[in-house]
């Protein structure tokens, strides 16, 4: 006998473990039939998750956060007992925007504290001219990308909600967006920032790896009403998507995983792009300038798929900074809580390993260290402060 399960996804290649522990068989052999849905927005994937159309859902870690704390909409608990992925995120500006910023650029272009300090100046020109703000697009208000554009914007003394304008718009729709001159800009994952600069339409100016070295992404959610009633179901789902990210995780298996990833019904893009990303080298300009690096987007290596609560911590900083909530010891302890290393472990025997020690768990480019047990005064030490 099989259990049925519906669970809901955003072409993204983060996607890939699900992906792959459907259509490699994975979760069959756990006794699981799994239907993957195909989303646009995250919105979409949030609101079916929580009234339960969806069983579980690949999902952005601080919507994970938010639906648990109630912030922006309902309140309903949610338990992370796994990363799909980490880092895969970068910042796809405009041709136009790309040149402007080279031009004020001091200092080595891959270097982000270079960059924010050219986009000032470049603001600063914008405004001394009377031009529009320029406007970046991110996927979602509690978004990693929404947090990854304003901690760099920030650390250059750009402030994100007065000298620009964010925008949300759902990931498949960015390169269109740019092309078109909607945007100058966005912060997205895999592949549409490829798909951007393939079209001549943008510069990857940044992996997002850049910025911030280790940060949680996407997580494979469930709703904790539904983990405590089906633990076994949800023990076989975690073993099932462990198995595929530890087969992602082999190089002699990217080409079938791209070719997996590509179908139409899956991220639905070409599977040489798909490929790219997952070898970590990717075309950065239209030029065909290409870029590679090991960290760009972690899935199922370097301790990536085991879910820690002191990402969670620096998440919940994030919305506290940027003025979503306000801080309380009460709402960390909720947030660092729908991370589920303790799932994790249950389902997999505890062969994980150790998690990522707190004073590593993010590695930002700039700003203090990060302390999970001291939010107010990790905040106040910022260029542009933002109240506890």
């Given at each position: 006998m099989?259990?049925?399960?519906?669970?809901?996804?955003?072409?993204?290649?983060?996607?890939?473990?699900?992906i792959?522990?459907?259509?490699k068989?994975?979760?069959?052999?756990?006794?699981?039939d799994?239907?993957?849905?195909?989303?646009v927005?995250w919105?979409?994937?949030?609101?079916k998750l929580?009234?339960g159309?969806f069983?579980a859902?690949?999902l952005?870690a601080?919507?994970a956060?938010?639906s648990?704390?109630?912030?922006?909409?309902?309140?309903v608990p949610?338990?992370a007992p796994f990363s799909?992925?980490?880092?895969?995120n970068?910042?796809?500006?405009?041709?136009?925007?790309h040149?402007?910023?080279?031009?004020?650029?001091?200092?080595?272009?891959?270097d982000?504290?270079?960059?924010?300090?050219?986009l000032?100046?470049?603001v600063a020109?914008?405004?001394k001219?009377?031009?529009?703000?320029?406007?970046?697009?991110?996927?979602f208000?509690?978004?990693?990308h929404?947090?990854?554009l304003r901690f760099?914007m920030?650390?250059?003394g750009?402030?994100?909600d007065?000298?620009v304008?964010?925008?949300?718009l759902?990931p498949?729709?960015?390169?269109?967006?740019?092309?078109?001159?909607?945007?100058?800009?966005?912060?997205?994952?895999?592949p549409?920032?490829?798909?951007?600069v393939?079209?001549?339409?943008?510069?990857i100016?940044?992996?997002?790896?850049d910025?911030?070295?280790?940060?949680?992404e996407?997580?494979?959610?469930v709703?904790?009403?539904?983990?405590?009633?089906?633990p076994?179901v949800?023990?076989?789902l975690?073993?099932?998507?462990?198995?595929?990210?530890?087969?992602?995780?082999?190089?002699?298996?990217?080409a079938?995983?791209?070719?997996l990833?590509?179908?139409?019904?899956?991220?639905?893009?070409?599977?040489?792009?798909?490929?790219?990303t997952?070898?970590?080298?990717?075309?950065?300009s239209?030029?065909?300038t290409?870029?590679?690096?090991?960290?760009?987007?972690l899935l199922?290596?370097?301790q990536?798929?085991r879910?820690?609560?002191?990402?969670a911590a620096?998440?919940?900083?994030?919305?506290?900074r940027w003025?979503?909530t306000?801080?309380s010891a009460a709402a960390?302890?909720?947030?660092?809580?729908v991370?589920?290393p303790?799932?994790?472990?249950a389902a997999?025997?505890g062969?994980?390993?150790?998690?990522v020690?707190?004073?590593?768990a993010?590695g930002?480019?700039?700003?203090?260290a990060?302390d999970?047990?001291n939010?107010?005064?990790?905040l106040?030490d910022?260029?542009i402060?933002?109240?506890v």
């Amino acid at each position: 006998m099989t259990t049925p399960l519906h669970i809901g996804f955003i072409p993204l290649v983060d996607a890939a473990a699900l992906i792959v522990a459907a259509d490699k068989g994975f979760t069959a052999a756990e006794g699981l039939d799994v239907t993957l849905v195909r989303e646009v927005s995250w919105s979409n994937v949030r609101d079916k998750l929580n009234i339960g159309l969806f069983d579980a859902a690949h999902l952005l870690a601080p919507v994970a956060i938010a639906s648990s704390l109630g912030i922006g909409h309902v309140k309903v608990p949610i338990a992370a007992p796994f990363s799909l992925g980490i880092n895969g995120n970068a910042i796809t500006v405009s041709p136009t925007l790309h040149a402007a910023i080279m031009a004020e650029l001091e200092g080595d272009r891959f270097d982000p504290m270079a960059t924010a300090l050219a986009l000032a100046r470049v603001v600063a020109a914008r405004r001394k001219h009377g031009a529009e703000p320029l406007t970046f697009a991110m996927t979602f208000p509690f978004s990693t990308h929404n947090y990854q554009l304003r901690f760099w914007m920030a650390a250059g003394g750009v402030d994100p909600d007065e000298d620009v304008r964010l925008v949300v718009l759902p990931p498949p729709f960015m390169a269109d967006s740019l092309a078109n001159g909607q945007v100058d800009a966005f912060c997205v994952g895999a592949p549409w920032n490829s798909i951007a600069v393939d079209r001549g339409a943008g510069h990857i100016l940044h992996f997002v790896s850049d910025i911030l070295v280790h940060a949680a992404e996407k997580v494979l959610a469930v709703r904790q009403s539904w983990a405590d009633r089906h633990p076994q179901v949800l023990n076989g789902l975690v073993r099932a998507v462990a198995r595929a990210a530890d087969f992602i995780a082999q190089p002699e298996n990217r080409a079938e995983v791209a070719q997996l990833l590509a179908h139409p019904d899956r991220v639905g893009v070409d599977a040489e792009i798909v490929q790219r990303t997952l070898d970590g080298r990717l075309r950065i300009s239209p030029d065909g300038t290409m870029r590679e690096s090991s960290r760009y987007l972690l899935l199922g290596k370097k301790q990536a798929t085991r879910p820690d609560p002191a990402q969670a911590a620096w998440l919940y900083a994030q919305m506290v900074r940027w003025r979503q909530t306000p801080y309380s010891a009460a709402a960390l302890e909720t947030a660092t809580a729908v991370f589920r290393p303790d799932l994790y472990e249950a389902a997999l025997g505890g062969g994980g390993g150790a998690a990522v020690e707190a004073s590593g768990a993010v590695g930002a480019f700039a700003g203090p260290a990060f302390d999970p047990a001291n939010i107010a005064g990790y905040l106040a030490d910022f260029d542009i402060p933002r109240r506890v």
